[in-house]
């Protein structure tokens, strides 16, 4: 939690976040994410600061178990001096202990973004889903809370001037913006109307700039013109020295194949996972893993 202090911009993590969605996708499959279709709605986690402490807390942790549908997990939440944000004890269940920073007991509207952070680990506890190392394993964190509708939360929570800041979470605002743009995107969901923060919008924005760049890429036949001309000198370069192999600072790899047409493999823009196609021309491909159909010219 940045608190007063310096607060990291750009994309220093999205490697790790386009592997989380990927992960995501294998672990859960398209059926299972396609019911996280509604995110959560602000009035469900809405927090006044008339409302009791305590009794508020329980009920925005109720809403979040009941939208990520685990509703055999009881949270209880307790408020203490730290320095994360909060820390959810991962027992076996049903009962969770969840501890909230004892800033949010004057910080109130942010109560729902920590938790949707502290609940997406016992969700992805239950479901055996982790990454190797604390880092790693925060950022999918992040990353599912915010691709299965609930991390609008943490980056309306991210707030910056001349004299102060704040941010929750392990993911840059950017890259905040970048997952709930992919979600936007396939979701056909607009998530800036319910931000309060001018900075959340503001980086939500360079997020989506950054997906829509993914769905721009060759062999894609939305690839711009830049882009065009290089993977053609590329492709020429593969077919006359019968090498494969990816060229620094392009999502594509060409493979030759002794048998058969030269293939390209490359990052499906909606889950990343690798999709291989032959060198044919147009061709009309289809993700196995997000179904997603892509127009491509190779």
């Known amino acids: ?50 409302d009791d402490l305590h009794l508020g807390a329980q009920r925005v942790a109720r809403e979040l178990v009941r939208h990520y549908r685990l509703p055999d997990a009881r949270l209880i939440v307790g408020f203490r001096e730290m320095q994360h944000a909060a820390n959810v004890e991962l027992a076996a269940g049903p009962e969770y202990f969840v501890e909230l920073n004892d800033r949010f007991r004057t910080h109130r509207r942010d109560i729902g973004a920590a938790l949707a952070h502290e ?31 609930a991390g609008w939360l943490l980056l309306d ?68 013109w830049a882009g065009r001309r290089r993977y053609a000198r590329d492709r020429r370069h593969a077919q006359d020295q019968h090498v494969g192999g990816a060229r620094p600072g392009v999502p594509y790899a060409f493979t030759p194949d002794g048998r058969g047409p030269l293939q390209v493999s490359f990052p499906c823009p909606t889950c990343q996972q690798r999709i291989r196609v ?10 196995g893993l997000c179904r997603t159909v892509l127009e491509c010219d190779t």
């Open 157 to 224: 929570a991210y707030r910056e001037d001349s004299a102060s800041s704040q941010k929750l979470g392990y993911l840059t605002p950017e890259e905040f913006g970048y997952v709930l743009a992919k979600r936007a995107l396939v979701f056909s969901e607009d998530p800036s109307v319910w931000f309060t923060s001018p900075q959340a919008y503001t980086a939500y924005v360079k997020g989506l700039a950054e997906a829509r760049r993914d769905e721009e890429q060759p062999p894609l036949t939305a690839a711009g």
């Open 278 to 287: 032959p060198v044919r021309g147009r061709v009309r491909a289809r993700c």
């Open 119 to 149: 609940v997406m680990h016992v969700y992805l506890h239950r479901l055996g889903l982790s990454f190797p190392g604390t880092r790693d394993n925060e950022i999918l964190t992040d990353t599912a809370t915010t691709y299965l509708g």
């Open 1 to 50: 939690m940045a608190n007063g202090g310096p607060v990291q911009h750009g994309f220093p993590h999205l490697e790790t976040v386009r592997a989380s969605i990927t992960a995501l996708y294998r672990r859960l499959s398209y059926d299972t994410i396609q019911t996280f279709s509604a995110s959560v709605a602000p009035a469900d986690v809405a927090f006044a600061d008339t």
